[in-house]
């Protein structure tokens, strides 16, 4: 039985039933292991996928920041006013500050999650292949049966005919033997493997959460840096502030922005 071939993973077959040589019990616990691998599997692919998808995306957010104030400095508005220009050159400073921290954390996160990822991920190779060796088995099995069950229904007796037979069953006897090792080796190995799986992506995880962390906790603190507050003499300056104070700014600047004809409903 096969599964959706678009989904790309290397495991995209459950295994057979081997009835009467297995229980029921034996085919479905097999059967359970490699669902779950299918489904581990697809959720690591696309995990990687939209890793790459997100660190694409901030690289190009920053581009676009990049270019914005770029434009603002060279544009002849920035000439005409020195405080105003010293507020462009303050926001060009910092997004190129932050495309720095945006080029070491597309590194980080390939070398901490997505390279990591793509390690278990071959693991998911091997596994197949131990999959597709008991489908072969199976396939032997039950040619070697079926002959045995054939001849066992034939009246002939003679030595020709009995020599047969026990050259058959032992044929089958051999291929239930090396079928049965090898379904026994993947029931013990594959629960562990999916039981260590965890083990494996945690520190992933928690390393793509602290290079968050570091990236908008930079990102922020940059930005802080930029908002105006009144000196003693009265004059604005840039200084890191409270958060509450910060908040009630950000609120009063959107406020006036919201207030701008520009923005207005006509």
């Known amino acids: 039985m ?5 989904k790309k ?3 995209t077959q459950r ?8 229980t029921h019990a034996e085919d479905r616990e097999l059967d359970i292991a490699v669902q779950r ?15 790459k998808k997100y660190v694409e995306a901030v690289m190009y957010l920053d581009k676009s920041d990049q270019r914005l104030t770029y434009n603002l400095t060279t544009c002849g508005l920035a000439h005409f006013d020195n405080e105003f220009r010293k507020v462009v050159e303050d926001y060009h400073s910092v997004t190129t500050q932050i495309g720095k921290t945006v080029e070491e954390m ?6 901490t999650f997505i390279e990591p990822l793509k390690k278990l991920r071959d693991e998911f190779v091997l596994i197949a292949v131990a999959i597709a060796k008991r489908e072969e088995l199976v396939a032997v099995w039950k040619c070697s049966y079926n002959r045995v069950k054939k001849l066992q229904e ?5 030595a020709s005919h009995i020599a047969k037979l026990e050259r058959e069953r032992r044929m089958e006897e051999a291929a239930a033997k090396e079928l049965k090792t090898v379904h026994a080796q993947l029931l013990s190995e594959l629960p562990t493997f999916l039981e260590k799986r965890l083990e494996y992506i945690k520190p992933s ?6 290079i968050q962390l570091d990236y908008y906790g930079s990102s922020t603190h940059l930005f802080t840096h930029l908002m ?3 000196n003693a003499a009265g004059s604005p300056s840039s200084a890191m502030i409270p958060e509450e104070e910060y908040q009630t700014i950000v609120s009063d600047q959107i406020n006036r922005i919201r207030a701008l004809t520009i923005v207005k409903d006509h």
């Not at 597309?106 to 070398?111: A, G």
Request: aromatic share 4%.
């Open 2 to 6: 096969t599964w959706n071939p678009l």
């Open 9 to 11: 993973n290397h495991i």
């Open 15 to 22: 295994p057979t039933p081997v009835p009467p040589l297995l």
């Open 37 to 51: 691998l299918i489904y581990v599997e697809d959720t690591i692919r696309k995990l990687i996928k939209e890793m």
């Open 106 to 111: 597309s590194i980080l996160c390939q070398k």
């Open 154 to 158: 034939k009246k002939d007796r003679t």
């Open 205 to 210: 995880v928690q390393a793509l959460i602290m």
């Open 228 to 230: 105006p507050l009144p």
